[in-house]
């Protein structure tokens, strides 16, 4: 099940890997804190300075108004930047002066969602109904976007899958806002039999409230796209390179993870669209006999 904690933990190792001396330094909470309080207990106090900016691995950050000193941080501004404050645990993990905002990546994950994924991609969806005799509609669920295949499976106990031909069925699309979250309807003129239950494999469309019915493949292409736009933002600094052999190789080092975190999102999407298509079996069509 995607998460989009997993996918920003991937993003973090992303931005950071082949990095030397630049990921943000690291102290841990001491001790629990509630979400109101603004005196934050850490492990290496003298560490922080005023105007260093915290941050939670929940997202949360805090702004410093003072040095750090005997343990603690205070006066410190929760919920910096428009993050919202929350309850903090015993050794919660935080980011000093952090590179990127978590709520950028989260930002940038919905982006990548909503603009870059479908139609290129989707998860498979099976469901089933009962069919009722008649010209009849069935709400798709929610992100359904399109039906490929309507089928019955063990017709008079023969332990066998048949497809419902492409002309007993249709989407009807809806825009009407009357039919919620539903994507459409499925429109069924008739089936092979009436008694059992009828199976359809759909396609889903990736979103960003539906990520427990995101593939773990499209999972993974999301943070390559992420990191892309991180550094095409300049929100992720340059690496530590090796020496250049020419002064004519000035193309800069976000410049180059951009491209480098691009082709790989983009490699990786095509492949997995071939694949999916690939997936896909049309159902057949029913041809009355003449005469």
């Given at each position: 099940m995607?998460?989009?904690?997993?996918?920003?933990?991937?993003?973090?190792y992303?931005a950071?890997?082949?990095?030397?001396?630049?990921?943000?330094?690291?102290?841990q909470?001491?001790?629990?804190?509630?979400?109101?309080?603004?005196?934050?207990?850490?492990?290496?106090?003298?560490?922080w300075?005023?105007?260093?900016?915290?941050?939670?691995?929940?997202?949360?950050?805090?702004?410093?108004?003072?040095?750090?000193?005997?343990?603690?941080?205070?006066?410190?501004?929760?919920?910096?930047?428009?993050?919202t404050?929350?309850?903090?645990?015993?050794?919660?993990?935080?980011?000093?002066?952090?590179?990127f905002?978590?709520?950028?990546?989260?930002?940038?994950?919905?982006?990548?969602?909503?603009?870059?994924?479908?139609p290129h991609?989707?998860?498979?969806?099976?469901?089933?109904?009962?069919?009722?005799?008649?010209?009849?509609?069935?709400?798709?669920?929610?992100?359904?976007?399109?039906v490929?295949?309507i089928?019955?499976?063990n017709?008079?106990?023969?332990?066998?899958?048949?497809?419902?031909?492409?002309?007993?069925?249709?989407?009807?699309?809806?825009?009407?806002?009357?039919?919620?979250?539903?994507?459409?309807?499925?429109?069924?003129?008739?089936?092979?039999?009436?008694?059992?239950?009828?199976?359809y494999?759909?396609?889903?469309?990736p979103?960003?409230?539906?990520?427990?019915?995101?593939?773990?493949e499209?999972?993974?292409?999301?943070?390559?796209?992420v990191?892309?736009?991180?550094?095409?933002?300049?929100?992720?600094?340059?690496?530590?390179?090796?020496p250049?052999?020419?002064?004519?190789?000035?193309e800069?080092?976000?410049?180059?993870?951009?491209?480098?975190?691009?082709?790989?999102?983009f490699?990786?999407?095509?492949?997995?669209a071939?694949?999916?298509?690939?997936?896909?079996r049309?159902?057949?069509?029913?041809?009355?006999?003449?005469?």
């Amino acid at each position: 099940m995607a998460t989009v904690a997993a996918i920003y933990q991937r993003v973090r190792y992303l931005a950071y890997s082949g990095m030397r001396a630049k990921r943000p330094w690291v102290d841990q909470a001491n001790g629990a804190h509630t979400s109101s309080v603004t005196t934050i207990a850490v492990d290496n106090s003298t560490a922080w300075k005023r105007g260093d900016i915290g941050q939670f691995d929940d997202g949360e950050l805090f702004f410093t108004t003072t040095d750090g000193a005997s343990g603690n941080l205070t006066g410190v501004v929760r919920g910096y930047e428009g993050s919202t404050a929350m309850s903090q645990v015993d050794n919660a993990r935080i980011e000093k002066n952090p590179t990127f905002y978590r709520q950028n990546v989260e930002d940038m994950i919905d982006e990548v969602i909503r603009v870059d994924l479908w139609p290129h991609v989707w998860s498979w969806h099976n469901a089933s109904f009962t069919f009722v005799d008649g010209d009849t509609t069935y709400p798709l669920e929610a992100y359904i976007d399109d039906v490929v295949r309507i089928y019955q499976y063990n017709i008079s106990a023969d332990n066998r899958y048949w497809d419902i031909p492409s002309n007993w069925w249709d989407v009807e699309r809806q825009v009407n806002t009357t039919v919620a979250a539903n994507s459409g309807l499925l429109r069924v003129k008739q089936v092979r039999d009436n008694t059992i239950p009828v199976y359809y494999e759909a396609k889903r469309r990736p979103d960003t409230a539906d990520l427990v019915n995101m593939s773990a493949e499209i999972a993974d292409l999301i943070p390559w796209r992420v990191a892309a736009k991180l550094s095409e933002a300049g929100m992720i600094p340059d690496r530590v390179d090796p020496p250049r052999q020419s002064r004519q190789n000035t193309e800069g080092g976000k410049a180059r993870d951009a491209r480098t975190f691009n082709a790989e999102f983009f490699t990786m999407r095509q492949s997995l669209a071939a694949k999916l298509k690939g997936e896909i079996r049309v159902p057949p069509r029913h041809v009355p006999r003449r005469g």
